[in-house]
């Protein structure tokens, strides 16, 4: 069963506490992505990845920190610098035919403060 | 001007009527468009994707891209009360390997 997996679906932070939000593909996908939404607004990327052991700062990267130590994985932190963490949290995997590349999104984690 | 732009909505449509969402782009945006559709509370689903200049069709489904006018728009024949959903425009961002996405247009078909 092949897929983008998050976890937790939901995760609640306590003031001046890191947490991590986890996402794994098993589709072989080299590039992987952070995004977050806010209620009624669109998706703005936080880290991106193109292959392991390597990643970008997307437009709001302040406050979070990634890894890509292995190419099934990418997770997240949400670190205290973060004021503002409430949102969903997307994770996103690309496949790529040729020039052309796709986009799969997990099904999100919603994170909630205290 | 925003990257990629879309119109808010509500846009309300009755059941069977064609539902027609647009977005426009900005020069930062490459020439590979995606339409995504998410429910509330849910992730993002791809359903058009358009590389070339005019019309892919997929179903009830009908892509349009227009790089002379720097617009794409999605067309939803027989809409269904199903397809009320937010539907979010993105371009490829050509400076980096990532999507550029609009704030999406909430679409609502009246039964």
């Known amino acids: 069963d092949g897929g983008i997996t998050q976890s937790p679906k939901y995760l609640f932070r306590k003031e001046g506490q890191n947490v991590t939000l986890s996402c794994e593909q098993n589709?072989?996908?080299?590039?992987m992505y952070w995004y977050r939404q806010d209620p009624g607004q669109g998706l703005r990327l936080i880290y991106y990845?193109?292959?392991?052991?390597?990643?970008q700062k997307g437009d709001i990267a302040e406050g979070y920190s990634v890894s890509r130590e292995k190419k099934e994985s990418f997770p997240l932190t949400v670190t205290s610098a973060q004021k503002n963490p409430t949102a969903f949290y997307l994770c996103?995997?690309?496949?790529?035919?040729?020039?052309?590349?796709?986009?799969?999104f997990g099904p999100g984690t919603r994170l909630l403060v205290l | 001007q925003k990257e990629v732009e879309q119109n808010s909505g509500p846009l309300s449509v009755p059941e069977g009527a064609i539902a027609s969402l647009n977005c426009t782009y900005s020069d930062r945006v490459s020439q590979s468009f995606f339409w995504y559709r998410q429910y509330s509370g849910k992730s993002p689903e791809l359903i058009m994707s358009i590389y070339s200049n005019g019309d892919k069709e997929d179903g009830r489904f009908t892509a349009q891209l227009n790089k002379a006018s720097q617009y794409v728009s999605l067309l939803i024949r027989d809409s269904q009360p199903s397809d009320s959903a937010t539907y979010l425009c993105?371009?490829?961002?050509?400076?980096?390997?990532?999507?550029?996405f609009g704030s999406g247009t909430r679409l609502q078909v009246q039964p």
């Open positions: 589709l072989n996908h080299d590039a």
């Open positions: 990845s193109q292959i392991v052991n390597d990643f």
């Open positions: 993105a371009g490829g961002d050509t400076g980096r390997r990532a999507l550029t």
């Open positions: 996103a995997s690309t496949t790529r035919t040729g020039s052309r590349e796709t986009q799969y």
